[in-house]
């Protein structure tokens, strides 16, 4: 898991790096930020015991552009709150106010 955060941070700053001026970089950041907080919450998901089938269906880096990071740190609390909570559930959760 400690690997997986460190590596996502050095992408995160290789992507801003590379972006330039060509893509707002605010814009970006949320976006690699939102990423991050998926990977987290299927992490902790898996962790949870979840199925292999239900998290292969999150693609965090395709999602990444639609949920704001709070909308996925959302997820990541209700998940952390709750171990007997599924992945799915916490994101309806989390839709209802977001």
Same mark, same amino acid.
């Given at each position: 898991m400690?690997?997986?955060?460190?590596?996502?941070?050095?992408?995160?700053?290789?992507?801003?790096?590379?972006?330039?001026p060509?893509?707002? *970089? =605010?814009?970006l950041?949320?976006?690699?930020? +939102?990423?991050?907080? #998926?990977?987290? @919450?299927?992490?902790? /998901?898996?962790?949870?015991?979840?199925?292999?089938?239900?998290l292969?269906?999150?693609?965090? *880096? =395709?999602?990444?552009?639609?949920y704001?990071? +709070?909308?996925?740190? #959302?997820?990541f @609390?209700?998940?952390? /709150?709750?171990?007997?909570?599924?992945?799915?559930?916490?994101?309806?959760?989390c839709?209802?106010g977001?």
């Amino acid at each position: 898991m400690r690997i997986n955060l460190a590596f996502s941070g050095i992408v995160a700053v290789a992507g801003l790096m590379i972006a330039g001026p060509a893509h707002p *970089q =605010g814009a970006l950041a949320e976006e690699i930020w +939102s990423a991050n907080f #998926c990977q987290q @919450a299927v992490s902790l /998901a898996q962790q949870h015991g979840e199925s292999p089938q239900a998290l292969n269906q999150v693609d965090c *880096q =395709g999602m990444a552009d639609n949920y704001q990071p +709070s909308y996925w740190q #959302c997820v990541f @609390a209700a998940l952390k /709150a709750d171990a007997r909570l599924k992945l799915e559930v916490a994101r309806q959760k989390c839709l209802v106010g977001y």
